[in-house]
């Protein structure tokens, strides 16, 4: 199993710049580096989305068309880390924020990915 725990989110202004990380841990954790890592939202009542991903060694970058040009996705493999800038918050990118890992090198796709955190909430205020 791979846990993975979000933290970062909270209530922000409009215009304002937040991070979010992720960290991954659990006993088949051999390597984090052989997980591509991923970021999706779910604003209440609506469908889950694809907000950003990124290849196992870091050197592919993906983001979703809501946020592409407002958003960057890192990863520190040192620390089993990865983590999602989110710049020029807008309301309409308030949701619930989940980091997930999968075995593939990268994915888009959510159901390409087999572990997912419990969250974390980002309420973007007008």
């Known amino acids: 199993q791979v846990q993975l725990v979000e933290s970062g989110g909270g209530l922000v202004q409009a215009g304002d710049s937040l991070t979010l990380s992720c960290a991954a841990s659990?006993?088949?954790?051999?390597?984090?580096?052989?997980?591509?890592m991923g970021w999706f939202r779910q604003p209440l009542g609506k469908d889950r989305e694809f907000v950003a991903a990124i290849s196992a060694t870091g050197g592919s970058k993906y983001a979703g068309d809501s946020v592409k040009g407002r958003v960057d996705i890192s990863r520190d493999n040192s620390k089993n880390m990865v983590y999602l800038q989110l710049n020029s918050l807008k309301p309409e990118d308030t949701a619930v924020y989940y980091c997930a890992a999968t075995r593939a090198v990268v994915a888009t796709t959510q159901d390409v990915y087999r572990y997912w955190g419990r969250g974390t909430q980002v309420t973007v205020s007008s």
């Open positions: 659990g006993r088949t954790l051999n390597d984090f580096s052989d997980y591509g």
